[in-house]
Structures are given as structure tokens and as C-alpha cells.
């Protein structure tokens, strides 16, 4: 399927300045007072993005990007995409974004397709269940009726990494890896244990379960005991579990900052707004000051690569998470609000700016703090990180996201992904029990029995 851009939202006006000959194009044109500037704007982005996608075409792979990139980014493209709809209401790309999700779910509904098994993190699971995440949250058009529904994948992928929590090293946490066979597996990181604390918080949220709150903070606490995060909020990378974690690779990433972000405002609204969450929340906004340029106000930029052209392929998408994360941390955590719009209208208007490049004059560069000033690069990352930034900016007119209580159509499993099996390519292998697991004697059983419509928990 070739896209076309909807004629509603054709492509936001382009600066263009004709001198001798030459066409100097300035950007996409983004006016942040005007609604409708923004939508264009964002369609335009999500347009060049979009393009980049070939799975849906004659002898690809549904739901996956060409090289370079990996299985994990085009799950958070398509979370992006969710994103795009719900602020926008432009549903062009929904029926793809949807063949997408679906074809990725494996054998077991839980997002552990058997061709990943080389590769997939516990953080690369988590990005694809956060998007299922956010069409539940977001109200994103239901699977058909045979299909897994939204809100049942994320709490499959739930399920599935709090029976992978491991007390043999460290005292707890998740690994970066899955597969023990896979580079990373001696590696525990803020963002495999980031992405889970954030499932568990928005599940607690979306379904009133105290169950999934009791994991945010459980996640949120071991995350504190070996330091991954310190006293101001600052989030390290993560630390190898040879020294039990006790030398943590103290270099920080956008992206980290923001899975955090989330999950403690959520945490704060399910709370019912407690002082402590209300701090955690400032304290984690506080830190990202560290992401937005000493030399523009307020734009944002990767610290650890950016200023030397030394970020890879995934890198090049962090500042689309946080960029999303902090705006959907304004809807539950409402006293962030200013602060929050301060960082992103600012960023906004670069990013907009620093899609000059291309033949099109709409390519989207990394360095929005170079201005109109195209910095040569383009990818998916990069037309990512301007589509969120830009579409967050909308934030404020858009419907708060929607819980089982206030109108939420999602239909969930409480007991998705909880049987153990993984499969890979050939074989299937049993994981180590729920029981074996889970530490402290901590076991969470979940069942679903169905008595008058209704859904009763047992926990052990």
C-alpha cells in the first residue's frame, strides 16, 4: 500500500524563499496558536515517515521496517502512529497501523514472535505492548472480534515480564535480555525495568487494579536500591549483574527520563494525587532539564550523542519518547502542565524548523538546535522525534485518556501471556514457573472467572 497525504490535511505550508535562482526552504511551517497548523504540520511528518514503511507491500514482513532498523522501532513508530490519530483524528493510516500490531503478537499473543527471538529485549517487548497500551488508553478502533484486543496485550506483556523478574543477581529487576543466548542477558537497564514500571502504572490506571500499582512500586523501589536513579531524579543506563549491579554505567538517555516520567504521574493519579507521587513527578521533570540545549531555551536534544554525530539508529528516535511521555504526563499529572508545554512548543517550533532537508524540503534532521539548517540526516528516528514533539502540542484539545470507568472499549485478559511458553523459531521451551520466579513469595496469580459479568481477582 502506497500512501497519499488526506487532502484535509495537505502538506503544511512551506517557507520558501526564492533568491537568484535558488530555493531556500525554511522549514515546515508550524504555527503553535492555530490548530490547524499544527494537524498539517504533523500530517506532513507522519506522511514522510510513513513512507519509510514496507511491510504492507508484496514480499515484506507485516509489521516490520527495512534495515537498519530493528523489530523494536517499528513497534514505536506504530505507537507514534496511534498517537498521530489521536491527536489529529486523521485515520488514513489506522487499517496499517492495526495490520501492524496484529502481525507481531506470536504465538501466544504476548509480542514474543518466534523470528525476534535473536534479538528481543524485555525493553523491545515493552515498546510493542506500550502501544497496545495507548490504543486502549486512546480509544484506538478495536482488533475484530477474533483478534487479541488491546488492552489483553499489554497485559499480556505484563504478565510475561513479571514471571521473567529475577532475584538471582541484584536482588530483583528485569534483564535487558530475554534469551540467555542473547548479548545483554548479564545486563540489567532503566529501561526494560522503565518500561515495565510504566505498563504496571498506566494497567493500574486503565483497570483500578491495585495489583499492577504494587509492581509500579515495587519496579520504582528496586530501580531506587541499586542506584539506577539517584537522589535529583537522574536515570543511568543500567549496570551488568557480575557485580551485582553495584557499578552502574552512569550515561543518561532522553528516553529513559521519559518512561519514568509517565509512570509516576500515572502513579500520582492513581494515587489520588499523593505528595509523594506529586514529588517523584517534579523531581523526574526537574532532571530532564539536563535534555534541552544550555544554548536555545528549552529545545531538546540527545546529551550523550547529539552534539558529536555518535548516535546509532535507535538513538536517533529517543526524543520521541520523552517528547511523547511528557505530554501524556500533562493529562494525568495536570500541575506539570506549564512547565511541561514551556519545553515542548519550544522544541516544536526547531524540530519544524530542521525539516528543510530532502527533495521535498519536509525531511526532517536530528539537531532541531541547528535551526532551518538541514543537518544531512534522515530516518525514521528523526521523523519520529519531530511527529511527537510537534503532535504533543495538541495535547490540551484532546480527550483525557480513557480508564474501564470512563469509557475505555478495550476488552483485556487478566490472565494473557501468564502460561509460561515461549516460543522460538522450531521449538517451544517452558519458562521457569510464576512460583519460582517472582520474589519474596510475591506470587500473582491471575484469574479470570466470569460470574454474572463479572471479574474476580485471586491473589496469593
Known sequence: ?????????????????????????????????????????????????????????????????????????????????????????????????????????????????????????????????????????????????????????????????????????????????????????????????????????????????????????????????????????????????AANCTQPNKIRWTYNAGVYLLGAATMYSFTNQSSMWAERVEGLLNATDFFFSPNQTNVMYETACEPYGTCDTDQLSFKAYLSRWMAASTQVAPFIYDAVMLKLQASATAAAQQCSGGPTGTTCGQKWTDGTTWDGTSGVGQQMSALEVIQSNLVKNSTPPVTAATGGTSKGNPAAGSSGTVMLSGTTITQITLAEKISAGFITAFACIMAGGGVVWIVA
Open 1 to 241: 500500500m502506497l500512501f497519499s497525504q488526506p487532502a484535509r490535511l495537505r502538506w503544511s505550508r512551506i517557507g520558501v524563499l526564492l533568491f537568484l535562482g535558488e530555493t531556500l526552504v525554511t522549514g515546515i511551517e508550524l504555527n503553535l496558536t492555530d490548530i490547524v497548523s499544527i494537524k498539517a504540520a504533523a500530517s506532513t511528518v507522519a506522511y514522510d515517515m510513513m513512507k519509510t514503511y514496507t511491510g504492507n507491500q508484496t514480499g515484506q514482513t507485516l509489521g516490520l521496517l527495512p534495515e537498519p532498523y530493528f523489530w523494536w522501532e517499528a513497534g514505536a513508530m506504530f505507537g507514534s502512529m496511534i498517537d498521530y490519530y489521536y491527536y489529529t483524528e486523521d485515520d488514513t493510516y489506522n487499517d496499517v497501523v492495526s495490520q501492524a500490531l496484529l502481525s507481531q503478537i506470536g504465538p501466544n499473543a504476548d509480542y514474543m514472535p518466534p523470528a525476534q527471538s535473536n534479538d528481543e529485549g524485555n525493553d523491545d517487548q515493552g515498546f510493542w505492548g506500550m502501544a497496545a497500551m495507548s490504543a486502549a488508553e486512546q480509544n484506538f478502533p478495536n482488533p475484530p472480534s477474533d483478534q487479541p484486543q488491546w488492552l489483553a496485550l499489554a497485559q499480556a506483556v505484563f504478565n510475561s515480564q513479571a514471571m521473567r523478574w529475577d532475584t538471582t543477581t541484584c536482588k530483583g529487576g528485569l534483564r535487558w535480555q530475554i534469551f540467555t543466548f542473547n548479548s545483554g542477558y548479564t545486563y540489567k537497564n532503566s529501561i526494560s525495568n522503565g518500561v515495565f514500571f510504566n505498563l504496571a502504572a498506566r494497567l493500574a490506571q486503565y483497570t483500578g487494579n491495585q495489583t499492577y500499582a504494587d509492581w509500579a512500586v515495587k519496579t520504582w523501589d528496586w530501580v531506587n536500591s541499586v542506584s539506577f536513579m539517584d537522589s535529583e531524579y537522574e536515570i543511568f543506563d543500567g549496570a551488568g549483574d
